[in-house]
């Protein structure tokens, strides 16, 4: 798991060829055409989608952590702020098994929660277990996330 300021994003790049186009949209598109986007899943090249989300964050009690195989998760809260929580993968057994085609397994587990505020992104990758959106009371946010492959 990385997570930094946009500012710094290029600090990351060379990680990953898919992961250096999620980073270089970040750092390109201006946080006024983000917050000004319509939420949902654009594709914007054959190795990455966008999607654009807004919600109110929410408790953690009954979540599960999610890990995905095929894509990193490269999240950017644009307004708002909230938890993510975060677990290193490593030999836990999941509790709803791996779905190849939505890309995710669920597992329950015992993580740490980082505050991210707007204008900062967090990069997950398949050896991090997350669980994004939480955060009592509830507050609003709008996040892009950005998944970016990194095999097939």
């Known amino acids: 798991m990385i997570i930094d300021r946009v500012e710094n ?68 809260v644009i307004s708002g702020e909230e938890y993510m929580g975060f677990a290193p993968l490593s030999h836990q057994t999941p509790i709803q098994a791996y779905d190849p085609d939505r890309d995710f397994a669920l597992y329950q587990v015992a993580g740490q929660m980082v505050k991210v505020k707007a204008g900062m992104f967090v990069i997950f990758f398949p050896t991090d277990l997350h669980l994004p959106s939480i955060g009592t009371p509830a507050k609003q946010v709008r996040k892009l996330v950005l998944k970016a492959r990194i095999a097939d």
């Open 9 to 76: 994003a290029g600090l990351y790049k060379g990680l990953h060829p898919s992961i250096d186009q999620a980073l270089d949209y970040i750092i390109k598109t201006p946080a006024s055409e983000l917050a000004q986007h319509p939420p949902g899943r654009t594709s914007l090249s054959d190795q990455i989608d966008a999607i654009i989300d807004e919600y109110e964050t929410q408790s953690s009690e009954g979540k599960h952590y999610e890990a995905h195989q095929r894509f990193v998760d490269v999240q950017l």
